[in-house]
């Protein structure tokens, strides 16, 4: 293990975080808030810490997979303990589990809380809850990739082990050219969503605020109801961009090369919106006549959809008192989630399309023995390592969501309310049935089963394999 470069890149991302601990810092101060205080304490002491320790020179450049595994887990760990300090400074959140939960929520993109009341929260603390989810859609570390060269061809380990998704391939020949191009593309459907809500008519806070949660998936809002008592005009606008960001960013980057042919071609995103059609029109005419007209319910039903495949957790209404058929088919799509390479979470329409084109395969060898058949993908084949990958995950991913149910079962709340807890917090969604639909919260879970669900969004938000890396003895000692 290359621990010196370790330590420079861990110590880059501590000074990063306290950098854009500075802008709640600015909005407090725009506000007169003594809140901002604590931010700016946390903020410097951040940028002090992280400055020396990338001042300790680095052996060797070299950065292999495990490192950057490793790293990549370290990096999200030490972020939330540090970005959840102000919450607790501030007593806006008294118990620091309760805060660093909050935080993970925020940087995982899930938007699950524990908060009743969101409502009173400072303008910076809302500020930095919004913004969290901005940083984490896209991830820090790749966003330090594109400003520092951290360490040479190496860099490619640390954006494979942080993009969500079964493959990781660069867009250009030199990665951080490739992390700039992503967070161009992101930034600007970012500054779209902000300038076609402030047309709506919201202020430039609350425009910038929610373009932040939901250009991340995120999905923490500023209201108790969360996107609820916005225009229809509002709530349009959010579901498209919602949708927008959960399609693999290398759509846009063939837009940006003049490749539209190639980009419409995307096998990925057509399964995507055609998931999104059919579940909003079956949901359409099952709850037709909860709402005074169709248009209404399809408006609705598009925005929850919208919302539930691409994890971002916003609601405009209580799916939880919809009909079975309905809650059935969004409990389906939030275990599907958004595409691979975007800021969705969930298992990934690529690896649905894979697993189910590997089991259409393997039923066709059982009845032709000798018949040879490839997955592909793209116009391309998938390997092998791919299928295998997808498949251990898919293994893995049940595994978890089991034992996770079974282990914050200890507080005694029903099946409906754990399970889709987990699946919540696992998929970095937000809110799920039962006790934390979308008019409920997490706050009545206990510390050891928020600490679960903690590590459930982190090992979620990751895919799994960079935690599981970070807790192996064995792995870190080879």
């Known amino acids: 293990m290359n621990y010196s470069i370790m330590i420079h890149v861990l110590s880059s991302v501590l000074a990063f975080e306290g950098l854009f601990l500075l802008l709640p810092c600015v909005v407090a101060l725009i506000y007169g808030e003594a809140e901002g205080l604590c931010f700016l304490a946390v903020a410097l002491g951040s940028i002090i810490i992280g400055g020396l320790g990338r001042a300790r020179k680095v052996k060797s450049k070299?950065?292999?997979?495990?490192?950057?595994?490793?790293?990549?887990?370290?990096?999200?760990?030490?972020?939330?303990?540090?970005?959840?300090?102000?919450?607790?400074?501030?007593?806006?959140?008294?118990?620091?589990?309760?805060?660093?939960?909050?935080?993970v929520s925020g940087f995982t993109t899930t938007g699950a809380s524990i908060m009743p009341d969101v409502e009173i929260l400072s303008k910076c603390s809302a500020f930095w809850r919004c913004f969290t989810n901005w940083i984490g859609g896209m991830g820090?570390?790749?966003?330090?990739?594109?400003?520092?060269?951290?360490?040479?061809?190496y860099n490619m380990h640390i954006m494979r082990a942080e993009s969500p998704g079964p493959s990781v391939g660069k867009l250009v020949p030199k990665v951080k050219t490739t992390a700039m191009i992503l967070y161009g593309i992101y930034a600007f459907i970012t500054a779209m969503e902000v300038v076609l809500l402030m047309i709506a008519g919201m202020s430039f806070y609350e425009a910038i605020t929610l373009s932040m949660a939901t250009a991340g998936t995120g999905g923490f809002a500023l209201l108790n109801s969360s996107i609820g008592s916005y225009t229809v005009a509002v709530q349009v606008i959010i579901t498209i961009f919602m949708l927008l960001c959960a399609i693999n960013f290398n759509v846009y980057y063939l837009v940006y090369a003049r490749k539209p042919k190639e980009a419409l071609a995307c096998e990925e995103m057509r399964v995507f919106l055609l998931i999104v059609l059919i579940s909003t029109v079956v949901i359409t005419f099952n709850i037709a006549g909860m709402f005074d007209n169709v248009f209404i319910a399809f408006q609705t039903a598009a925005f929850q959809v919208a919302s539930v495949i691409t994890t971002t957790g916003f609601s405009t209404a209580d799916f939880d008192k919809w009909p079975e058929l309905s809650r059935i088919?969004?409990?389906?799509?939030?275990?599907?989630?958004?595409?691979?390479?975007?800021?969705?979470?969930?298992?990934?329409?690529?690896?649905?399309?894979?697993?189910?084109?590997?089991?259409?395969?393997?039923?066709?060898?059982?009845?032709?023995?000798?018949?040879?058949?490839?997955?592909?993908?793209?116009?391309?084949?998938?390997?092998?390592s791919i299928i295998k990958t997808a498949?251990?995950?898919?293994?893995?991913?049940?595994?978890?969501?089991?034992?996770?149910?079974?282990?914050?079962?200890?507080?005694?709340?029903?099946?409906?309310?754990?399970?889709?807890?987990?699946?919540?917090?696992?998929?970095?969604?937000?809110?799920?049935?039962?006790m934390v639909g979308p008019t409920g919260n997490f706050s009545?879970?206990?510390?050891?089963?928020?600490?679960?669900?903690?590590?459930?969004m982190l090992i979620g938000r990751l895919e799994i394999f960079p935690m599981f890396i970070l807790f192996s003895p064995k792995m870190l000692r080879r």
């Not at 507080?411 to 998929?427: E, K, R």
């Not at 009545?444 to 590590?455: G, P």
């Open 62 to 103: 070299a950065f292999y997979s495990k490192e950057g595994l490793v790293t990549v887990s370290l990096s999200w760990i030490i972020m939330s303990l540090v970005g959840a300090l102000p919450y607790f400074l501030t007593g806006e959140i008294p118990n620091y589990v309760d805060a660093v939960f909050e935080t």
């Open 391 to 434: 498949q251990c995950y898919l293994f893995a991913y049940v595994i978890i969501v089991i034992v996770s149910t079974i282990v914050i079962s200890v507080d005694g709340f029903d099946i409906t309310t754990n399970l889709s807890a987990v699946m919540a917090t696992f998929n970095n969604i937000g809110p799920g049935l039962g």
């Open 329 to 384: 088919i969004l409990l389906s799509i939030m275990f599907i989630g958004g595409c691979a390479g975007s800021t969705g979470g969930g298992l990934k329409v690529s690896r649905f399309i894979i697993l189910l084109k590997s089991l259409k395969n393997e039923i066709v060898s059982i009845s032709h023995p000798r018949s040879v058949k490839r997955v592909h993908m793209e116009g391309k084949v998938v390997s092998d």
């Open 444 to 456: 009545q879970y206990s510390i050891f089963s928020k600490i679960i669900l903690t590590l459930d």
């Open 140 to 153: 820090v570390l790749v966003l330090v990739l594109a400003i520092l060269p951290l360490s040479g061809s």
